[in-house]
Structure formats: C-alpha cells, structure tokens
C-alpha cells in the first residue's frame, strides 16, 4: 500500500472483492519478486529474501484463494526462485547453503491445489482454502460453478515444472487434463474458446472470445507449454486457436470480441488492457506485423493518456479509466525490441519510465491510478508490478554483459518467472502426444516454424518495423469515434441497401419501422411519451438481419448516451503541491453545481485553513485565518452552498467540503457533486470541492504535522512543479507517513442520480445491452431493455437525438487535439470536452469489471 506506507493484509483491511483472492497472508510481493532480484542483478539481496521466505512465510493458512492468481505468482515465484537459486549455487559464489527448500515449499503448496481439480471434468474450482482445501464446511468454497478459461488453462508450466523438478508427474497430469477438457470444448466451427465455463458439465457460460481478460494466458501457454515441454499436440492446438484469432478477432489494428458461435460478430466495441501481452506472443510466434500493428496503436493510446486506460473504445476513448500498472505493454514491447533491434522501442520503454515516475511515484512505491484522466492515485502496487514490470524495463535496456546468466535458457511465464528449458528432457512420464485429439489441418505456412529464429524470420532491418507503424502513427488522433463494424461487402456487391443506421432512423418513418421488424427490434410507446425499443433476435428475417438489429442498437444507444454525457461532470482533483508531497499526492474529488468551475478556469492555488465554526453553517469567527486561504469546512447541519456563502464572504478563494462520516471513502461509496439550494448560486464564486472522510483526513494529518499545506484544486491532476522538486530534501520516516493517503479503487460514480440497476434508459451506455447477453437469450432482460423511468429529465425524441452527430463527433475530436500551452504545472492538460465525452461510463460494466478482474 504505497500511500499509507504499509503492506496490506488479508482481512486487516477493507474488502475489495475478488482482487483479494490472490491474498494468501503468503508474503505475496516478496515470493512474486524473487527472480526479479537475480534478473537486476541483486544476489545478495535474493539471498537474504529467501531466507526470509523460508524463515516467516506459512503456506496453512485458513483462507480461500484464487487458484489462478496463488499458480501464477506463489507457486511460480518459488519455483523461478528455484531455477535461479540452483543456478547460483552452480556457479559457486551465493547460495551455497541452499538444498532445494524453495522447492519443498512448491510441492508443499501443490498438494494444497490438488483438491480444486476434484471435479468430473477436471478443470479446477477458481478458489480454494489453503487449510482445508475444497467442500469442508470449515473451507467456506466449493459451492462454485463457474470459471473462466485463463483461470483453468494456465496451469500447464508450472504444474509440470514442479513435477519436473521433483518427479511428482500428478501435477503434470492434472494441467494436462484440464487442458484437454477445454480443447475439446472449443466451439468446433469456430475454434475459439468462450471466457467462462461451467466446471462441472463443460457449457459455456460466457460465449463471448477475444484474447484479452478471461481468455489470455490460455493461449499464451498452449505455446510456452510446447516451447517447455517439447509437446508437438500443444503447438498443434496453438496454431488452431490462433488462426481463428487471426480470421474473426483480429481487425488491425485492433483485436475486438466476437460471438464463439457467430465470430462474425462483434460481441463489444473495447477493449481491455490485457490484451497488449498478444503481440508479444505473437512475436514468440513469429507473426511479426500485425504485433508491430497492434502495439503501435497500444502506444498511441498510451501517448494520450499516458498510461493504459483498463478498458479503451474502438475510437480510444476511455471506458474503464483505472491502471493497476499492468505490465503486459512492458512485455510486448521488449519481445519486440528483440525480434527487430529497433530502437525505436527503446524509446517507447523510456516514455513508459518516464511517465511511471513522473505520475506513479509516491512516497513508498508506485501507485495504481485510479484515474488516468484525472492522475489520481489508489493505495494499491500489485505484486506483478515488481514481478514483470521492473524485469521487462530492466531487460528492455541490459547489455548482455549486464545479466549473470543467459535468459535465452529460460522461458517466461504469464507472471514473467523464469523456467529452464532443460526441463524438456527431465523427468519425461507424460504420454507427449495426445491422440484422442483431432486437428484442422490448416492452409498457413506460418505453422511450418516450429522454433523461430528472429535473425532468419525478421529482417533485422529497423526500417522494416517502421515501414509498418507509419500508416498507424495518427490513428488514435485522426480516428472518427464511431464503433468499427465489419461491412457486409457481399451484400453491396450484390446491390443490397446498406443495413439502417442509428443517426438516420426516425421513429415516424414507415419504411424504418419495416426495417425495424425485419432486424427483430420491436417499437414500445410508453405512457409517459418516451419510445422504447427491444431487440429478439430470433424474430429477425435472418441471421444477417438479426447482426443489423443488434449493430442498429448498439449504435442507438452509443448515440443517445451523448446528451447525458454531456450533462454530467466529471471528478476534480485536490493535490498537495507544498512540501513533502510536490504534487505525488493527488486525492480525487466530487464537484459542485454552483461555484467556479475549474473546467472552464485556471485552476486555484493556496494554503488551507479550517474554518470556524468547523461547520460553516454561520459567519466564521475566525475570517483572517481563511482569508485568502482554501477553507476546509464539514459537511452537515447547512446546505453546501450556505457554507459556500459563508466562507466567501471571509475572503476563502476556495472551499473544500470533508465527509462528516467518519470512515466514509470513496472505496466504498460513490462520488456525487454538491447540489445547490435551490435558490440562485450564482453569487457563489469560488471553487467548491466534495472530499470523502478517508481523503480528507490525508489533508488534517498533514496540517497537524506541517501546518502549512498547500493544495491544487483542479480539473485533472497536473504536472509536479520541478523547480518544487528541486528544493525538496530527503524526508524522515515520519515525513513518509503524513503522506498517507487511502484513495478509491471504487469505480462507481453517482454525479446525478444514477439509474436503478434493473433498467437502463436509452440514455445507458452500451454496455447495459450487450451482445453476449443477447446472445444467451431470444430476448431482451430487463436489464437490457432501454428505459428508465426513474430519469428526471426530459427524454429527447429519437430523431431529434441523431441529428448532427457526425458534426458534434468531429468538434469533439477536434477539440481532444487543442491543449493550452499556457497552463501551468503541465504541457499536456486534457480539455475538459475530452474528459466530458469520457466520464460517465455505464456502473454496470464497473460492477463487471470487479468481477472478472483476474
């Protein structure tokens, strides 16, 4: 926990769902990072790590789990603590001492894993008790019936490295069985596989297949499980799943979801995060340009953003705004630096470092951002930030001379730890070949390479890779924010009228309402006036017309959510600029309906001062302490724009509000803005900023422990001031502790009311319709269907929503590319259109996000 300065602790603090599963009270951080110390070049301190493991870490705990997460990064922590301790003790300098304990501890916490795999079909439960293991009452799991792919397909490496290295081949077997269980599940017409399976009786529960959450490292293992293994049915496999990536999901430069069962169709218009490990796996491949492809456009959008949004839209806009400081980027980015010697990606991992310190750092360590349009912070550093991200920059950069050992002997796995290849020829009891199987034979000559070899494949030529990023370099700037949709060419070629779209349907025209009934979509007037609409997509005419009614409604939706985007306000920040913080500190705010509006203004600086009466319900007592000051002031017992009166009239020339709740946090809670009351606020001049209990206690401690705070209150969090950071000195231990700060990983915002969660209006976003939802049933749930009475606001007539949005898309993107060279404390400030456009994105698909985070 980087802001509080403080490792986090099952159960001693707050729950944050699943992301918690990996959460073992296994010293997570230290065993995720142990071969990264060999790998920078740390022996003495690796040394000294892993005797604290072998010394403090108790693999009995009771508490439940991930599989997935304690495979990846507890068991394949020790085992690549393993692989290198064997190699130092070999070269005779460190580790003289060790006698395999590191891989007593594995094999201890493999039988542990075991009884998930207790299933009649063999792929594992997600979660279980590492003391009591699966079903027990005591365990509190095992009721489970769902799993996604990567959780069950991404055991392969380290279960058979542990049986490898000790000669148990159950561990192998297991992988394997589950392995196999989810081939032979693949949707058959297709080969793709969907991101969530039933465990028990092998149905997909979600149908829809890409390559990012939920599916990834399922793919990245059936190669590295050949690579390792020297299996020739893995690569086999491979080759399969991958030419159906390339033939459905693959639209360069983008890799969009599609239908497993109508791979045609697309089944969302974003993507997440975690598929910017793809080109790296497809540089391992050998399939060099469309890795060059995507990860150009990957850096575009990084460019604008500065780090990876968690999810992104076809036209790189912002849909989940958060970044844990994934590591999946570093990696391609380094896996292509070595398949091309261009130093072009050098300089792509400068930008990465550069942005990690100057946004990132903290205090103790590097935060998640909560925000990346914003730059607040989350007091959260996953393990796999010092496990993958430091290893890939590290080697992005090293000399061959500057690493003890050859990496080219080892292999990585999903959490970057490493493997020897040797393993290949150790310990061989598995039947290599699985003959049960059947595979297509497929017509690509790319599969003929079974080991590529950069040198021979790739022109080592740097004018090669750039000749392919050049047609992309403008792509996320230049690029019209619509959804990509595939055209039907086959039907113009024919003469066939291209299918309605959204911005040209008017709910008076016959014909489009003929066309309407065709796609499946049936027209519902309400009583209240406003027009619902409900796609069954088995009433369409056909299969085509039923892809028609579901594009025709997405595209509806994307086009009424416009107006209310516009109507919402974004967060603001509050950042501590004055000494010891120099802006590393940023807390994120709720905005006001009355007041300056710091989107349209300079942003305002000045010290901060608490009112009295604390309250502000009533003339302050004190005006010379707040004059000219930010005046901190409680919430309750007065109407927000009294206090705001109240603190103007002493010469405040701003305000921040602080939660009277004590405890509350934006975790937990949803931000709002201050409404007025109900009365004219237009005498009210001065910022007005909403900080919950938790963040606004970050600004008392450090008015109790530096009495002089200086704040920024902003739109976004800007740039720290160098000539501040210049003048700061090395701060004590206590000075590291007043900058605790305990930001959100909560991603719901409530700025108005939000709707209920059973229905979402025409103005939801679309999310609240999705494809794979509406692919899993004939009709439309109520959860789906676009209306919402619980909307205080009028509801604009369809026609009269689609009207000029190609010109408001245009001014928008053109108003995204102004920055204000002005504004200080920053070169690239964010026009408040741009942040406006993205906010308000549908809570559903937060509430998604927690669940299927992995």
Known sequence: MPLTCRGRVRGQEPSRGDVDDA???????LIDSLDTLVVLNKTKEFEDAVRKVLRDVNLDNDVVVSVFETNIRV??????????????KEKGEYMQWYNDELLQMAKQLGYKLLPAFNTTSGLPYPRINLKFGIRKPEARTGTETDTCTACAGTLILEFAALSRFTGATIFEEYARKALDFLWEKRQRSSNLVGVTINIHTGDWVRKDSGVGAGIDSYYEYLLKAYVLLGDDSFLERFNTHYDAIMRYISQPPLLLDVHIHKPMLNARTWMDALLAFFPGLQVLKGDIRPAIETHEMLYQVIKKHNFLPEAFTT???????????????????????????????????????????????????????????????EDRMDSFFLAEMFKYLYLLFADKEDIIFDIEDYIFTTEAHLLPLWLSTTNQSISKKNTTSEYTELDDSNFDWTCPNTQILFPNDPLYAQSIREPLKNVVDKSCPRGIIRVREESFRSGAKPPLRARDFMATNPEHLEILKKMGVSLIHLKDGRVQLVQHAIQAASSIDAEDGLRFMQEMIELSSQQQKEQQLPPRAVQIVSHPFFGRVVLTAGPAQFGLDLSKHKETRGFVASSKPYNGCSELTNPEAVMGKIALIQRGQCMFAEKAR?????????????DDNEGSSSDTAPLFQMAGDGKDTDDIKIPMLFLFSKEGSIILDAIREYEEVEVLLSDKAKDRDPEMENEEQPSSENDSQSAEQITSSSQEVDLVDQESPEESSLNSQPESLSPADMDNAASVSPSEQISNPMENHETTSLDGECTDLDNQLQ??????????PNVSWGK???????????????????????????
């Open 75 to 88: 068991l394949g922590g020790l085992l690549g603590g393993h692989s290198l301790a064997i190699m130092l």
């Open 811 to 820: 001014e928008q993107s053109e108003t995204e590319e102004d920055s204000n």
């Open 23 to 29: 959460l073992g009270k296994f010293s997570l951080t």
């Open 646 to 658: 109240n603190i103007q009239n002493a010469g405040a020339i701003g305000g921040i509000v602080i």
């Open 828 to 854: 690239k400030v964010q026009p408040i259109d741009s942040i406006l456009a993205d906010w308000n994105e549908d809570i559903e698909a937060f509430e998604m996000m927690e669940k299927d985070e992995l």
């Open 315 to 377: 036209d790189f806009r912002v849909h989940w705004a958060q970044h844990p400081l994934r590591p999946e980027f570093a990696e391609s980015t380094y896996f292509l630096y070595k398949a091309t010697g261009d130093p072009y990606y050098l300089e792509v991992g400068k930008t990465l470092i550069e942005n990690l310190n100057k946004y990132a750092r903290v205090p103790c360590g590097f935060a998640a951002m909560k925000d990346v349009r914003t730059g607040s912070h």
